[in-house]
């Protein structure tokens, strides 16, 4: 088994202790100091983070939106009834056809440092539609999560996807969503969604809170979901019961961004240690960016979160949000990690759209970015 040794740069492990090394062995960082390795990776002054922990993505989809988005840029508002051009696009396209798009968009967070990924259903809204979906994204990640409730198709809607689409898609999703909001689904049947999932064993997530207040968020605290995502409109209430049952708020500003909608109130959902995740919602809709990146530089520009809060919230947060073991470099934890071509994580917000991950290792291997290493004697 070969050992590699980071040294020369900053690292960030969320260790209490600062790290003046990293050491991988056998996939797992074992030690924060410097020691004999294989391998060297010289940082050169360059730094280290946790790869990225995306919770929030709906990467499997046919179609384009660019003309919604357009026409969005020129004023028109967004509404949930978007979401039904994807679902025909999506039932149009061939698994195969949704498969290598998923695949490649997939490859292209790889790319910008995301090493853990959730991914939804949410646009086939059929049984056969939601489970080729989820099968699809088994194929990217271990987190998936069953969305049938994204928006109503037909009479009898809730009945079906509590019933035989939940029967179908529970054993390939590991937790299960719904989208909140008028034009979607109402607290009720969100409840009886959720429920029916959480019965068969699933985690819970809930779009909460997205363009309007309501009770979204305080369903997700009432459930004990992992997460309530979105939160835009949060009330002092709703922060506080989100605190108390120790839901996370994942927090989606690209989304905001590409609807023009305001901001998500991150500092007082983190004044009120409500833990915080960033995620992309990478989606046709209303974020169509697989950057966390750029998710972070929005944070600290919008959000009013510093570099730092902003970072950990894309590592660690996300990963509070999935209930996973990542998002961290502690010694014991997987060894997924960037290498950054800037002394520190700040240049993530400070050089806004400048491709700064020069490296992606997950499991202790390098999968993105040059072999810049050099074998030691
Ligand atoms: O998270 N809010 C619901 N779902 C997506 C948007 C989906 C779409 O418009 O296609 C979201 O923003
Ligand atoms: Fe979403």
């Known amino acids: 088994m070969t050992s590699t040794l980071f040294r020369g740069g900053s690292i960030t492990t969320w260790a209490d202790e600062p790290a003046t090394a990293l050491v991988l062995e056998d996939g797992l960082v074992v030690s924060h100091d410097e020691q004999p390795c294989d391998e060297v990776v010289e940082l050169d002054g360059r730094c280290v983070v946790p790869g990225f922990v995306d919770s929030h993505t709906h990467l499997v989809f046919g179609g384009d939106r660019t003309a919604e988005f357009e026409s969005r840029m020129a004023g028109i508002p967004y509404a949930a009834g978007g979401i039904r051009t994807t679902v025909a696009a999506t039932r149009a396209a061939s698994t195969e056809e949704l498969a290598s798009r998923a695949r490649r968009l997939a490859d292209e967070c790889l790319r910008s440092g995301t090493t853990t990924i959730e991914v939804k259903s949410g646009y086939g809204l059929t049984v056969e539609d939601e489970r080729r979906l989820l099968e699809v994204a088994r194929g990217i990640t271990s987190h998936t999560t069953f969305l049938g ?204 759209g400048v491709d700064l991950v020069a490296q992606v290792w997950r499991g202790g291997t390098l999968v993105s970015g040059p072999a810049a290493r050099s074998r030691c004697r």
């Open 149 to 352: 409730a994204h928006v109503p198709d037909g009479d009898g809607y809730v009945d079906l996807v509590t019933g035989p689409m939940l029967d179908a898609c529970a054993p390939l999703a590991t937790a299960v969503d719904a989208f909140c909001e008028e034009g979607a689904f109402d607290v009720d049947q969100c409840r009886e969604v959720l429920s029916a999932g959480r019965a068969r064993g699933l985690a819970v997530h809930l779009h909460a809170n997205q363009l309007r207040p309501g009770g979204g968020v305080r369903l997700a605290a009432e459930l004990g979901a992992l997460s309530a995502d979105h939160c835009t409109h949060v009330s002092d209430e709703d922060i506080t019961a989100m605190r108390d049952a120790r839901v996370a708020a994942v927090l989606v500003p690209a989304a905001e961004f590409s609807t023009r909608s305001p901001y998500a109130p991150a500092r007082r959902l983190l004044d009120a240690a409500v833990t915080v995740a960033l995620a992309t919602d990478c989606n046709p809709g209303t974020s169509f960016t697989t950057s966390m990146p750029f998710v972070i530089a929005l944070a600290v520009r919008e959000l009013r979160l510093t570099p730092l809060e902003a970072l950990r919230a894309a590592t660690l947060g996300g990963a509070t949000a999935l209930a996973v073991d990542a998002g961290h470099l502690r010694v014991g934890a997987h060894a997924d990690l960037v290498v950054l071509d800037a002394p520190s994580p700040a240049h993530l917000a400070y050089r806004p």
